[in-house]
């Protein structure tokens, strides 16, 4: 077992696990640390809590300290920096005709190094524009390519349900999502319709999927012929939800509906 406390990182709206440190740390709490990208400023989002080792990756960073004013200071100032970087990156990529899209600026809390993203439809050679920014900022440079939906995670946005997007919001990483969702759950299959702000398939038809299938596997296919209390029929539609199907039941002229325990299958 090892103690564990939950930073949430704004700028790249990401949620890491650390050691914590010495302090008061309730949610809200500002501390820093030394992620992959770099010594940060982050929000305690779960405060210290027990769990299982095998829960995280080992071997745990820890935190490094509460942040003090001095810290907060500077991450303002950098913030500010990170406007003024991002600006002139965007003047240098239309100089240098370079096909890509910024999305954002990020500094490291020491300000030894400045990150990035960016989206791109092929791979851009950036080595000119990474030496042109290294001589006006003085600093490391980081230049990282981000697909469609990571750059949704960090812009944010409205989803097509009038919510905040779910990556933007709660979701961590993102899990595969395919096209048999949206027919296993019987959704148009019109791409306005199913596509999320990224212009990928929403995110949300995965939450469901894990019920779906398993009612699936119960129901008979559509077009089967089954055995109901009314006699032998054949499967007109399928309704996963409530695990029952519509029967063309033979001498009825309506379709019948029956729940999968009322009949059986006819091999």
Do not use: W
Request: glycine share 8%; proline share 4%.
């Amino acid at each position: 077992m090892c103690f564990v406390v939950g930073v949430y990182f704004k700028k790249a709206n990401t949620l890491e696990y650390y050691a914590p440190c010495d302090g008061d740390l309730c949610k809200g709490t500002p501390v820093v640390v030394e992620s992959q990208r770099g010594f940060e400023l982050g929000i305690v989002k779960h405060e210290p809590k027990e769990i299982n080792g095998e829960d995280v990756a080992q071997p745990l960073k820890p935190a490094l300290r509460i942040a003090t004013e001095d810290d907060l200071l500077a991450q303002a100032a950098n913030e500010a920096a990170a406007e003024e970087a991002l600006a002139l990156c965007k003047s240098y990529v239309a100089e240098l005709g370079l096909d890509m899209r910024l999305v954002n600026c990020e500094y490291t809390l020491d300000r030894s190094k400045v990150i990035f993203n960016f989206t791109a439809d092929e791979r851009i050679d950036f080595r000119k524009l990474v030496r042109l920014l290294a001589q006006k900022l003085k600093t490391r440079i980081e230049l990282r390519q981000i697909g469609v939906r990571d750059e949704a995670k960090l812009l944010g946005g409205i989803g097509p349900c009038g919510r905040s997007l779910c990556c933007s919001t709660f979701l961590g990483d993102f899990e595969p999502v395919s096209i048999k969702m949206a027919k296993d759950q019987n959704l148009s299959l019109n791409p306005s319709k199913i596509s999320g702000a990224c212009g990928r398939l929403m995110c949300c038809l995965k939450y469901e999927d894990d019920m779906y299938e398993a009612a699936r596997e119960q129901l008979p296919d559509v077009g089967e012929v089954v055995e109901t209390p009314e006699g032998r029929g054949e499967v007109i539609s399928l309704n996963v939800i409530n695990v029952s199907m519509f029967v063309k039941v033979e001498g009825f002229e309506q379709t019948l509906e029956y729940h999968i325990e009322e009949l059986k299958t006819i091999k």
